[in-house]
């Protein structure tokens, strides 16, 4: 069979081991091609297609980003499904493994439905797929979240102050939860869970009160009950979707003007996703990678890898695309305990 390979959506740590895990298994059990798709579906539709032989998967399970680009061009905009078709069939393509979040996966579905041969494998550091327990990145852009939290709390004790940190997370709270969480946190605010401007203060003067210097950890989707998300007005992602950023300097302002503490803001950002993998990650896209082309050789058209318990195991794409993971109130009730 010869196989395209994509990455779509935002980039994420361990795309490059499930594309090597693809290739290298697909190689040795099943002598497949593989080729690959440049800049997610814009390559698709645009026909920017390469040779992807083994040699070129090499070591490429600690290398961070994406080898083939990525972009959120959608082929919807560009000829679809037809135009699509013509590409594969100009270069005798059988079938596709569709790297990608959410939105990739809910067009590999509409592919598939339009009879197209693609497997879905799940990726983002948000973990918000739920037919999945985990996905690769999220433990990385943890990682990195947690380390980032401690450093900044040495020099926030250095000053008594306030320090609040903004992490990703557009629709759920899991990155802000499990970082807030490790580093000890004073604060976790989420999407998923209302929390007023005055219990934030509260927890924010007890920590203050008991000698410490508050950590206030925010996800970039929360927003203060009744109030609409903080976006960057000058600003959308390709989808038109306002582009997130600005809750960490709220809750910063509002902090300093409620209790008179000062408090210094940092966004964390895009280093959350940028950078080497870490192993378990790496050992996850791997997994995946190597389940997927297990997939495409049993002709399992329309479904999607992911991980249940310790297993992987093989789900339909409808499925993996109806509802987010939103992080259950009881988990987040977990690590209030400790607030303050
Ligand atoms: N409902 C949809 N209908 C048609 N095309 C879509 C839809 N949702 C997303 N797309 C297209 O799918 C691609 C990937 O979507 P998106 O940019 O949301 O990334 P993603 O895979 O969800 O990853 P991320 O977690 O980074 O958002 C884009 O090219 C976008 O144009
Ligand atoms: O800057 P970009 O690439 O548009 O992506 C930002 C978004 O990507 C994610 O990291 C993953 O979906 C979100 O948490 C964030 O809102
Ligand atoms: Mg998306």
Same mark, same amino acid.
């Given at each position: 069979?010869?196989?395209?390979?994509?990455?779509?959506?935002?980039?994420?740590?361990?795309?490059?081991?499930?594309?090597?895990?693809?290739?290298?298994?697909?190689?040795?059990?099943?002598?497949?091609?593989?080729?690959?798709?440049?800049?997610?579906?814009?390559?698709?539709?645009?026909?920017?297609?390469?040779?992807?032989?083994?040699?070129?998967?090499?070591?490429?399970?600690?290398?961070?980003?994406?080898?083939?680009?990525? %972009?959120?061009?959608?082929?919807?905009?560009?000829?679809?499904?037809?135009?699509?078709?013509?590409?594969?069939?100009?270069?005798?393509?059988?079938?596709?493994?569709?790297?990608?979040?959410?939105?990739?996966?809910?067009?590999?579905?509409?592919?598939?439905?339009?009879?197209?041969?693609?497997?879905?494998?799940?990726?983002?550091?948000?973990?918000?797929? %739920?037919?999945?327990?985990?996905?690769?990145?999220?433990?990385?852009?943890? %990682?990195?979240?947690?380390?980032?939290?401690?450093?900044?709390?040495?020099?926030?004790?250095?000053? %008594?102050?306030?320090?609040?940190?903004?992490?990703?997370?557009?629709?759920?709270?899991?990155?802000?939860?499990?970082?807030?969480?490790?580093?000890?946190?004073?604060?976790?605010?989420?999407?998923?869970?209302?929390?007023?401007?005055?219990?934030?203060?509260?927890?924010?003067?007890?920590?203050?009160?008991?000698?410490?210097?508050?950590?206030?950890?925010?996800?970039?989707?929360?927003?203060?009950?009744?109030?609409?998300?903080?976006?960057?007005?000058?600003?959308?992602?390709?989808?038109?979707?306002?582009?997130?950023?600005?809750?960490?300097?709220?809750?910063?302002?509002?902090?300093?003007?409620?209790?008179?503490?000062?408090?210094?803001?940092?966004?964390?950002?895009?280093?959350?996703?940028?950078?080497?993998?870490?192993?378990?990650?790496?050992?996850?896209?791997?997994?995946?990678?190597?389940?997927?082309?297990?997939?495409?050789?049993?002709?399992?058209?329309?479904?999607?890898?992911?991980?249940?318990?310790?297993?992987?195991?093989?789900?339909?794409?409808?499925?993996?695309?109806?509802?987010?993971?939103?992080?259950?109130?009881?988990?987040?009730?977990?690590?209030?305990?400790?607030?303050?």
């Amino acid at each position: 069979m010869k196989i395209g390979l994509l990455t779509a959506g935002g980039d994420c740590p361990g795309l490059n081991a499930v594309i090597r895990g693809v290739v290298l298994k697909g190689d040795r059990i099943y002598e497949h091609e593989f080729v690959g798709i440049k800049g997610g579906f814009r390559g698709l539709v645009q026909d920017d297609i390469v040779p992807l032989p083994r040699q070129r998967v090499r070591g490429l399970s600690k290398v961070g980003g994406t080898i083939l680009g990525t %972009s959120r061009v959608s082929p919807f905009d560009h000829g679809g499904t037809e135009r699509v078709q013509e590409v594969m069939d100009k270069h005798q393509i059988d079938a596709l493994v569709a790297i990608g979040g959410e939105g990739t996966l809910t067009v590999a579905r509409m592919f598939h439905d339009d009879g197209i041969h693609v497997v879905g494998v799940p990726k983002t550091i948000d973990n918000d797929l %739920s037919a999945t327990d985990r996905t690769f990145g999220f433990d990385t852009a943890v %990682s990195v979240a947690t380390e980032s939290i401690d450093r900044l709390r040495t020099t926030g004790e250095a000053h %008594s102050r306030c320090m609040v940190v903004e992490v990703m997370g557009r629709q759920v709270g899991w990155i802000a939860l499990h970082a807030g969480m490790a580093s000890g946190a004073h604060v976790i605010l989420i999407p998923e869970v209302p929390v007023t401007r005055e219990q934030v203060c509260g927890w924010v003067q007890h920590a203050m009160d008991r000698g410490r210097a508050p950590v206030v950890v925010v996800a970039e989707g929360f927003s203060f009950p009744g109030e609409e998300q903080q976006a960057d007005t000058r600003q959308a992602d390709a989808l038109g979707r306002p582009r997130l950023g600005g809750i960490g300097e709220q809750v910063t302002r509002l902090i300093e003007e409620q209790t008179g503490i000062e408090t210094r803001n940092t966004t964390l950002g895009h280093l959350q996703r940028g950078g080497v993998p870490s192993s378990y990650d790496r050992v996850l896209a791997t997994r995946f990678g190597t389940a997927a082309v297990d997939a495409v050789s049993a002709k399992l058209w329309g479904t999607m890898v992911a991980l249940q318990g310790i297993d992987i195991v093989n789900v339909n794409l409808r499925d993996a695309t109806s509802a987010l993971k939103t992080v259950p109130r009881d988990q987040w009730e977990e690590a209030a305990i400790l607030f303050g």
